[in-house]
């Protein structure tokens, strides 16, 4: 059975009143929904209320789900776009700043980090380096920076993008492009420097 016909049957018995079959669904996907909702927020604890808001939705709208699309396809729409809105607030309270949310993303990692010594040379470079891919990103619009998170950090295709941002595919295409544009400007510097 393919995960598609697994997801559909599992969309079907909860349908049916099933709540495990909604359940088994979202242990499939919630590191996968968060994961994408961090991607596009940069902050841990708003990604993890991301995610949970998206599973509280995908359950409420569960019915009107129409069983054409994948449940996934359905599931990080709603995912992106609850991170969009998070994203346009965040913009709006002006003491949160950038180097706030890389702070917050580097006093997560340390948390996670083992005790097992230091890290390498290497490893702090490329920190540094997706410091400024993360502060690039940012800058993108939020379409461009859906769009780019999706396709290069979840390896979704123009066609998946498309359905996941609601729009058609040549549209998607045009997100990508212009964030690539986009970030190739922003990011000459630290290409320079590798």
């Known amino acids: 059975m393919s995960p598609r016909e697994s997801d559909l049957k599992l969309v079907q018995s909860a349908k049916a009143g099933n709540q495990t079959a909604f359940g088994t669904l979202v ?30 939705k995908s359950f409420e709208k569960l019915q009107q789900f129409e069983e054409r699309a994948q449940f996934s ?31 917050e993303i580097e006093r997560q990692k340390k948390v996670e980090q083992t005790e097992e010594g230091q890290r390498s040379e290497m490893e702090l470079q490329t920190s540094a380096q997706r410091r400024q891919i993360d502060k690039a990103l940012t800058a993108l619009s939020k379409n461009q920076r859906a ?3 999706l396709k290069y950090f979840h390896q979704k295709s123009s ?19 212009r964030a690539m544009k986009n970030l190739r400007k922003q990011l000459k510097g630290v290409q320079e420097a590798l």
Request: charged share 35%; hydrophobic share 40%; with cysteine.
């Open 73 to 103: 396809t359905w599931l990080y729409r709603i995912a992106v776009n609850l991170a969009m809105d998070q994203h346009r607030r965040r913009k709006r309270r002006p003491h949160e700043s950038l180097e706030d949310n890389i702070r």
């Open 27 to 56: 242990k499939k996907y919630q590191q996968k929904v968060f994961y994408l909702a961090f991607d596009l927020v940069h902050d841990y604890d708003d990604a993890r209320d991301i995610a949970q808001e998206a599973f509280i």
């Open 159 to 177: 066609k998946e993008i498309a359905e996941i941002l609601g729009c058609s595919e040549s549209t998607a295409r045009i997100h990508l492009f």
């Open 147 to 149: 769009a780019t998170v």
